[in-house]
């Protein structure tokens, strides 16, 4: 089945520094890969979404990258405020519709 | 539109003791899954369905039941509470195709 590695688990910046979470995976027929940001006591949230056939996708200081060949996809986050701080997941779609998730990045932006 | 609504939000089991967490949806999403999330083990998929009268296992699906009479309603039934199923657990759903999921809000379940 699918198997999404997700690194680092803990990840403090400074206000205003970039932050970038990478996930690596196994299964080549994986074709849709979702980042989510869970707050505090909160349900997950869809931020951004890449599917196989495209290498980047950027929404104002947001972006995935993603490298098929090398089965690893990436989310980029620029000028990060206080806000940002969350965990932050990734996850993939592969064969059966099932969608697997990585276990996490806790983002600590700090002032 | 209210999304995905689970009930109850909080739930405290004795161990053995049988529940089922409710869950529904009103985007007419063709599917849903059930996950369980626990600290530093990310979220794990317990079940899922592509369509009324459609189920299938996740990653954990052991002591949980599922059953997909309509679009609307994905039911999780613990059989007999233990406490490792302690856990938040979050129900999901998405039309069909390759999009996001989009999240209920949560159960908070202890079992004691």
């Known amino acids: 089945g699918e198997n999404v590695e997700q690194h680092p688990s803990t990840l403090s910046v400074q206000e205003g520094d970039s932050a970038v979470i990478k996930c690596t995976y196994s299964d080549s027929a994986s074709n849709y890969f979702p980042w989510y940001k869970q707050e505090l006591g909160k349900r997950p949230q869809l931020i951004i979404d890449i599917r196989s056939n495209v290498g980047e996708k950027k929404d104002q200081r947001i972006a995935v990258t993603l490298n098929k060949t090398a089965k690893h996809f990436s989310l980029h986050i620029t000028e990060t405020q206080p806000e940002d701080s969350a965990v932050y997941f990734c996850?993939?779609?592969?064969?059966?519709?099932?969608?697997?998730f990585g276990t996490g990045t806790q983002l600590k932006v700090e002032l | 539109n209210a999304g995905v609504t689970q009930t109850p939000k909080f739930q405290v089991l004795k161990t053995g003791q049988s529940m089922t967490l409710q869950c529904a949806q009103d985007?007419?999403?063709?599917?849903m899954s059930w996950y369980r999330q626990d600290p530093g083990m990310g979220l794990r998929l317990i079940h899922y369905s592509v369509g009324a009268g459609i189920t299938d296992q996740g990653e954990v699906p052991n002591g949980y039941n599922v059953s997909r009479s309509t679009t609307e309603d994905f039911p999780l039934r613990l059989l007999s509470a233990a406490p490792s199923q302690t856990s938040v657990y979050f129900c999901?759903?998405?039309?069909?195709?390759?999009?996001?999921?989009?999240f209920g809000s949560g159960t908070r379940l202890t079992v004691v």
């Open positions: 996850a993939l779609r592969g064969g059966g519709n099932k969608l697997t």
């Open positions: 985007m007419n999403h063709e599917y």
């Open positions: 999901a759903s998405s039309p069909q195709g390759i999009y996001g999921y989009t």
